[in-house]
């Protein structure tokens, strides 16, 4: 690659990456043939070399298999992704394909299933590092020897492991092929071979000579040779060195490319025994699937029953439930919530739970949905969400809070006698809970049963092009300076060097980088995770599969999700609040669904603050439709994924009255509660079975399709079926391709009506608060940090409400804020810098002795650091104790006397030493107080350091020359509908868009004084104006201002900074 390597001091750095190939020095094995001189090509005396035992002869001409084959799987050293290999493999006619990636089975289930897709065998193997340089090749001849694989990759990752010993240990189940000295001469391994690759030619006379069966191997890294360049740029970014940095034995020979079998066989055309060995491993070879029966959890395995404090959800303990079989504990349980859920268990309750009972005890699914329950029942509030809230069964255990027979929830797409799947329940805990609980769950099952779910973080685009661009030796400056260009539409055409930085780039985009966790999986099984899958930890110490979600579940591997959602801490800590004001709610008798109020708010889409529903387009979609009932809501929960936009205007103007006709007639009664428009991932299935004669297993195909990254590519399989189906019944082609472009909406980003369901009751429930206990609701919106919005969003939301925003004082707040009548308290826990330590001390000592009298009293009680000290005083904290003085004097007070405390000479600038990182890095200390007195503007900056906003008054005030301007205000705009206006606003928040001539596009949200409000810049504006959305400060806009059936938008036409 042309590109001239620009050194930089300090890129380089130790990094030591094996070499593939090496020789592992001199072999002690007794001679046992007389090899001669190794010529290439069909010497005789190689030939001669191979024992007679391993000199079968070709059976009938089957074709040879290449087996250490290496795929981007392999982190920064592999070059084609499995799916490349496994379409490679089955065009140069080849009818399997072994996969060995380096000390790593993360690519197995994703290479199982590429070679499935072509019609190929796949063969699953690992490339073990041997510690004294040489390698072994494990390949797994059955469900035994891939269980030792994983068994000897979780070991590999303990501290003196030692793979020769491991592998004479126990070999049960593999095929082992290795250059290593001492594997080949151990007595009684009776799979071992001498493994014969392209790369390590120079050892063939040695690895022969050793008495052992010689397997050819067909060493493959690369599709073309050309990627050797690539696999050294992928080497150079692992370990963090320049691509001049990386020596060529640190890569795979130039010959190591996937050829075809005409190839591989003439490359060992002197050891043709070594191609017979080949052939015979390949044909006695069975394991070919991770899947042999879904794995779940067993209820009663991590604790007895009993020992479970019930007062959060008030269920009665049984002594005896573990030693009941599971189906009869369900039952139990279920029935028992049934009777709290509903007044009285009538027939039609009844027998929707026996119907269900039949098909969970019919399939063995009883113990998952107790372990389900044990799990809610740990935390304070949770959401049951996806289509397990379909099922009343989910509904009485307390896993989910919608009532599935009053709502019309289908429980068949969640479970029903045909389907092969098991049960999928995800819950979401209060975000702050959720890693206790995540913990508490692996502690209960033990970590041999137990380990949370892995994410494969991939290179994107941007990351791809920056570690590309640092292998080449470009300064970060320079990296910088281009990716801002890039964002600005200016790097179209690079040229230079960048022009090959970019095309290297580009080639490694979506290669595997590294393991992360996933947000919210674990797995949980009855015996051992050991054997099933390799263990990995992440970074903090946790125990995560080395599959992704995917990847598990092809396993069999039962994966719960347990997942963060602010909104379940906002509803959480407002109900508290509200108790703790003396007005508690019952929550056995809440109904927010039922309450007109909370209606009327959604249907207006006042609703920022409200799960779901905040973000400016549901805020939109409220206004248009004016709708707030449940059933509405969850139809808009549902309609608003990012693809439908054209069916969202559909929707609306059929909700407003337009008369429409069905698709269909095979269609339209299917669709006739959301108005014709398919809302919901079982819409699909329903529709393609209706219309087009799918099965219904073929139309849960298209629905599982519609949720991978590769959508579109995997739809067209079943495009031709559905035009068929459709055809056979008598539609015609136009309303087939609406039909199907309609369901191609769905792609990347669908919910169950269900789901829907579960989001809509929580907005319910916030709408509620929000509505009736503003106060209360708003500070726990703010001390969860909000959910769509920044803090400083929130507190100009709730002055527009009439609530007043206090600033956090020592002797009134709380750690989180507190709301009460018309005001909020901020809280501790909203200063930026203070310790949590430092916040509940503060409130503590107060509870136990009283208001703090002054600064000096303050410091007598309170250990406070230095960064403490400053957050307190630059918060206003301080401001109600001896309020004559200002905030400066206030706080050298403060560490005058923290000072006398500790005995430490203030003066010295030697106060807190330990905990001052600037003293930690050699740089002077600052002993002088932060300047935070002197006028409004020094008190508001102040404030938004410390607090992420102004408590004062609007952040506006901190640029008088913006409140000075001819302007219009917020709060009029829907009076000025269709003219042109001049605006200030603070950007709150945007988002970019593509329209569907792939043009750049964004909406944002802005406020002023006096309101939120929506703009639009279409591709011309945004091109001029983007780079000024990405700086900070207020902005004057000029616009048109347009109103859509209630809901009012600003055309942006120009966008310009204030100064000061």
């Not at 050793?210 to 067909?218: D, F, I, T």
């Not at 964002?487 to 080639?507: E, F, H, M």
């Not at 966790?517 to 054997?531: C, E, F, Q």
């Not at 136990?848 to 918060?875: F, I, N, T």
Request: with cysteine; glycine share 10%; hydrophobic share 40%.
């Amino acid at each position: 690659m042309p590109v001239a390597i620009r050194h930089r001091g300090g890129r380089s750095r130790a990094g030591s990456v094996r070499t593939g190939g090496q020789e592992a020095g001199p072999a002690p094995v007794r001679p046992r043939f007389d090899t001669g001189p190794l010529r290439h090509g069909g010497d005789s005396s190689v030939r001669d070399a191979i024992p007679r035992s391993a000199a079968r002869p070709r059976r009938g001409g089957r074709v040879v298999t290449p087996l250490l084959v290496t795929s981007t799987y392999s982190f920064h050293f592999g070059t084609a992704s499995p799916a490349e290999l496994a379409r490679r493999a089955a065009g140069l006619g080849y009818d399997a394909l072994g996969l060995a990636d380096r000390d790593s089975v993360h690519g197995v289930p994703t290479f199982i299933e590429a070679c499935e897709a072509e019609g190929i065998r796949p063969i699953i193997g690992v490339e073990l590092s041997c510690s004294h340089g040489g390698r072994a090749l494990l390949v797994a001849l059955d469900g035994a020897g891939f269980s030792r694989i994983c068994r000897l990759l979780d070991a590999r990752r303990e501290p003196g492991f030692d793979a020769r010993a491991e592998l004479l240990r126990d070999s049960v189940g593999l095929a082992v092929a290795t250059d290593d000295p001492v594997l080949l001469g151990a007595e009684d391994a009776t799979e071992f071979y001498a493994l014969l690759a392209p790369g390590n030619r120079p050892s063939w006379r040695r690895l022969l000579a050793s008495g052992r069966r010689p397997l050819a191997v067909g060493e493959a890294r690369f599709l073309d040779a050309g990627d050797r360049a690539l696999q050294r740029l992928l080497v150079a970014v692992g370990s963090g060195r320049t691509v001049a940095d990386v020596r060529d034995a640190e890569l795979s020979g130039p010959d190591a490319v996937l050829v075809g079998p005409g190839a591989f066989e003439a490359a060992y055309a002197a050891a043709p025994g070594a191609l017979d060995e080949n052939r015979a491993l390949a044909a006695r070879i069975s394991f070919r699937s991770l899947f042999s029966g879904f794995v779940f959890p067993r209820y009663g395995a991590a604790h007895d029953d009993a020992a479970h404090d019930d007062a959060v959800h008030d269920d009665a303990v049984h002594d005896d439930a573990v030693h009941d079989d599971a189906a009869t504990i369900l039952r139990r349980f279920v029935y028992e919530g049934a009777t709290r859920r509903y007044a009285t268990v009538d027939d039609r309750v009844r027998e929707r739970i026996e119907y269900e009972l039949g098909i969970i005890e019919e399939k063995g699914f009883s113990d998952y949905f107790l372990v389900v329950r044990d799990i809610v029942r740990k935390a304070s509030r949770t959401c049951g969400r996806g289509s397990a809230a379909a099922s009343v069964v989910s509904y009485a255990l307390g896993i989910t809070d919608v009532d599935p027979i009053r709502h019309g929830l289908y429980f068949e797409r969640f479970l029903n006698p045909g389907r092969t799947d098991p049960p999928d329940i995800d819950v979401d805990f209060a975000w702050d809970e959720r890693d206790a609980l995540l913990a508490s769950v692996i502690a209960d099952y033990g970590e041999e049963r137990a380990a949370r779910v892995s994410n494969h973080v991939c290179f994107q685009p941007r990351s791809a092009l920056r570690e590309t661009a640092r292998a080449y030796g470009m300064p970060d400056g320079e990296i910088a300076a281009f990716e801002r260009n890039a964002a600005l539409g200016k790097n179209a055409d690079p040229d230079g060097d960048w022009r090959d930085v970019s095309r290297l780039a580009a080639r490694i985009v979506g290669f595997p980088r590294h393991l992360g966790v996933h947000s919210g999986g674990v797995i949980l099984v009855p015996d051992r995770l050991s054997g099933r899958v390799p263990i990995e930890r992440s970074g903090s110490g946790i125990r995560v599969t080395a599959w992704d979600k995917e990847g598990v579940e092809a396993a069999g591997l039962v994966k719960i999700d347990l997942l963060g959602n602010r909104s379940l801490a906002v509803v959480r800590d407002a109900l508290a609040n509200i108790r703790d004001n003396g007005e508690p709610l019952d929550e056995a008798s809440w109904r927010p669904i039922d309450d007109p109020a909370t209606v009327e708010l959604l249907a207006r889409g006042d609703t920022m603050g409200v799960f779901y529903v905040e973000s400016p387009a549901m805020r939109l979609l409220q206004k248009k439709t004016g709708r707030g009932d449940f059933e509405h809501l969850v139809i808009h929960s549902s309609i608003i994924r990012p693809a439908a936009n054209r069916y969202i205007n559909d929707y609306i103007d059929r909700l407003n009255g337009k008369p429409f006709k069905p698709l269909h007639p095979l269609i339209g009664d299917l669709l006739s509660e959301s108005y014709g428009i398919m809302c919901y991932q079982e819409d699909v299935c329903k529709v393609a079975v209706a219309l087009a004669g799918f099965t219904t297993s073929e139309a849960d195909g298209v629905r599982k399709v519609l949720s991978k990254k590769d959508a579109p590519e995997r739809l067209a399989s079943y495009a031709e079926r559905f035009r068929d189906g459709a055809r056979a019944k008598g539609v015609d082609d136009a309303t087939i391709a609406e039909v199907w472009a309609m369901i191609g909406s769905f792609s990347g980003y669908s919910f169950v009506k269900a789901h829907s369901a579960s989001y809509a009751m929580l907005s319910f429930r916030s709408a509620y608060l929000r509505r009736h206990h503003p106060a209360e609701f708003m500070a726990a919106v703010i001390s969860n940090r909000g959910g769509y919005y920044s803090t400083l969003a929130y507190v100009s939301e709730a002055r527009r409400m009439g609530l007043s925003v206090l600033p956090p004082d020592v002797n009134a707040s709380a750690v989180r804020c507190r709301g009460r009548g018309a005001g909020i308290r901020f809280g501790f826990g909203m200063i930026g810098s203070l310790g949590q330590a430092c916040a509940s001390a503060l409130v503590s000592e107060r509870s136990e002795r009283g208001p703090y009298r002054s600064v000096d009293d303050l410091a007598r009680r309170v250990r406070l650091d230095r960064g403490d000290a400053e957050a307190l005083a630059g918060s206003g904290a301080l401001d109600s104790l001896s309020p004559e003085l200002p905030r400066a004097r206030k706080l050298m007070r403060l560490l005058s006397a923290q000072a006398d405390r500790e005995g430490l000479p203030a003066a010295q600038g030697e106060l807190f030493a330990a905990e001052d990182p600037q003293r930690e890095r050699g740089e002077p200390r600052r002993t002088e107080a932060p300047d935070t007195t002197g006028g409004v503007r020094r008190r508001l900056e102040a404030e938004m350091r410390y607090l992420g906003t102004t408590l004062s008054c609007h952040p506006l005030a901190l640029w008088p020359k913006a409140l000075a301007a001819r302007r219009s205000l917020g709060r009029d705009l829907p009076f000025l509908a269709g003219r042109r206006v001049d605006l200030v606003g603070l950007p709150i928040i945007a988002k970019s868009v593509m329209t569907a001539g792939g043009q750049a596009m964004e909406f944002v949200s802005f406020e002023d004084e006096t309101a939120l409000y929506e703009t639009v810049l279409f591709p011309e504006a945004y091109a001029r104006f983007r780079r000024l959305l990405y700086g900070s400060g207020p902005l004057l806009l000029r616009g048109l201002v347009e109103e859509d059936r209630g809901a009012v938008t600003v055309t942006l036409e120009e966008v310009s900074t204030v100064g000061g």
